[in-house]
């Protein structure tokens, strides 16, 4: 019986040692992938880290930025009048080249002060915008500061 598989022994024994050639080429190749694949995730995992970081210290400095702006502006209070007399534009030189008024947004006729007889107190408007400005303006301090 083994007489008859004697001459494809050693092709039996080329096969087996080509297979486990293979074999260990794989194991080998595989296991640098899965070490440089870790190595790409640690990497990444750094990187997300130190985005996170960015991020948060953006953040505080967008908190700390309103803070002091708002702080400043409760220690300097804003008291501004406007004349609500009209204002005479000045006259074209030719009526037909000039272009429409533009609808304004009323002003509120009341007045917070006695005193002041014709002027009307705009300051808390003003704030208002001056408030909606600043927050603004570090919002998109915060979102330029993260890369």
């Known amino acids: ?5 004697k001459p494809y022994v050693k092709l039996i024994e080329y096969g087996a040692i080509a297979i486990l050639c293979v074999w260990l080429y794989l194991h080998i190749y595989h296991a640098g992938e ?3 694949e870790a190595k790409h995730a640690k990497a990444d995992a750094l990187a997300a880290q130190v985005h996170q970081q960015e991020l948060d210290k953006a953040g505080h400095a967008h908190d700390a930025e309103i803070a002091d702006l708002s702080r400043y502006i409760s220690d300097h209070p804003l008291s501004v009048r406007l004349c609500p007399a009209p204002v005479q534009a000045p006259a074209t030189a ?3 080249t000039s272009a429409p008024a533009g609808v304004l947004q009323p002003v509120p006729e009341t ?3 006695p005193s002041a007889g014709i002027y009307t107190d705009v300051g808390s408007m003003l704030s208002n915008l001056a408030a909606y400005a600043d927050s603004v303006s570090a919002d998109l301090r915060a979102q330029q500061s993260v890369k």
Request: glycine fraction near 8%; charge should be negative.
């Open 1 to 5: 019986m083994f007489d008859a598989i």
């Open 34 to 36: 899965d070490a440089n």
């Open 94 to 96: 030719s009526a037909g």
């Open 111 to 113: 007045n917070s002060s």
